[in-house]
């Protein structure tokens, strides 16, 4: 008898996220006879290709729903305190609902100093310490959570993946992926272990995992014998690797060697196509509930 693995689901971003962007769309054409539509202002510091590539695929997203997109671009040469001020008229400016500062900034730029001055009800990437601290602590609601986790979580809801109970691996532990992620999971009661540069035996440790999620930014670094029979396997990487191939001379790869983790999986993200898709549409989603959240305020 030839015992064949089922096939692993290959998760479709792009169809979850066109789903939640048209009841984002319905919920701002209820403010069209208003004349207001949510605003969302990025700014960005330096001309890095990948921050380019990712702040474009905002701008499309915003544009496509109705979300005014309002870019801040400046030379590397920006000072902090001109950087403080244009974060305080935007903090100020009634008509903005959400405000992100494209990571990462030049060296010379305090990142933490910018992101706590960044005002906790317009910090749509949920970075702020008083909205990482309420995700953090029982009991608290933060007012917004980091994109990429929620789009995780939405992922894992669309596949109904049980995460209570589950041992869930989480490879790295960055403020912006890593550590909200592995909150998010705690608060659904998910055992979870965090994996991280100092993880001696990091792949004994991802062979007992139920789901593994890896945020680590090295290609291909997950391999199939990580990875346990039926697995649910997260890939957040988003990894350039040299193509001669391709016109641009690189392809995006992640951090799972898809092709050779998804014959264990019982479901795999692809990259592209998988979670950051997804990130994007969080952001959208959390302009709009802040757009929403002022207008209830008002009235
Ligand atoms: N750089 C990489 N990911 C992100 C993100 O989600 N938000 C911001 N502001 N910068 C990033």
Redesign the pocket.
């Known amino acids: 008898m030839i015992l064949r693995a089922a096939m692993s689901t290959i998760v479709d971003g792009k169809l979850i996220a066109d789903k939640i962007k048209e009841q984002l769309k319905l919920r701002i054409s209820k403010y069209t006879h208003l004349n207001v539509k949510p605003t969302l202002a990025v700014i960005m510091v330096g001309d890095r290709k990948d921050?380019e590539t990712?702040v474009r695929m905002k701008k499309q997203a915003a544009e496509q729903l109705g979300i005014n997109f309002l870019l801040y671009k400046h030379d590397t040469t920006i000072s902090q305190q001109q950087l403080l001020n244009e974060i305080d008229n935007l903090n100020n400016d009634n008509d903005v609902d959400g405000i992100?500062?494209?990571?990462?900034v030049p060296n010379h730029i305090d990142k933490r100093q910018i992101i706590s001055h960044i005002s906790v009800n317009k910090d749509v990437?949920g970075?702020h310490g008083l909205n990482i601290g309420n995700l953090a602590l029982e009991g608290h609601e933060p007012l917004f959570i980091?994109?990429?986790p929620r789009g995780v979580m939405e992922i894992l809801k669309h596949y109904n993946v049980q995460v209570k109970g589950k041992h869930v691996v989480v490879l790295g532990k960055s403020n912006?992926v890593g550590l909200p992620m592995s909150l998010m999971l705690l608060n659904e009661l998910a055992t979870v272990t965090v994996c991280h540069s100092e993880t001696v035996d990091e792949e004994k440790i991802t062979r007992t995992a139920d789901i593994l999620i890896s945020a680590v930014g090295k290609p291909h670094l997950v391999k199939a014998d990580w990875v346990k029979d039926g697995a649910v396997v997260i890939d957040i990487g988003i990894n350039p690797i040299i193509d001669s191939t391709k016109k641009t001379g690189y392809r995006i790869v992640g951090d799972v060697d898809f092709e050779e983790v998804k014959k264990k999986t019982s479901l795999i993200t692809p990259v592209p196509g998988g979670v950051g898709v997804m990130?994007v549409c969080m952001?959208m989603s959390a302009t709009v509930e802040s757009f929403e959240r002022k207008i209830r305020n008002k009235t």
Do not use: W
């Open positions: 921050s990712y992100i500062v494209q990571m990462p990437d970075f980091p994109c990429t912006i990130t952001l």
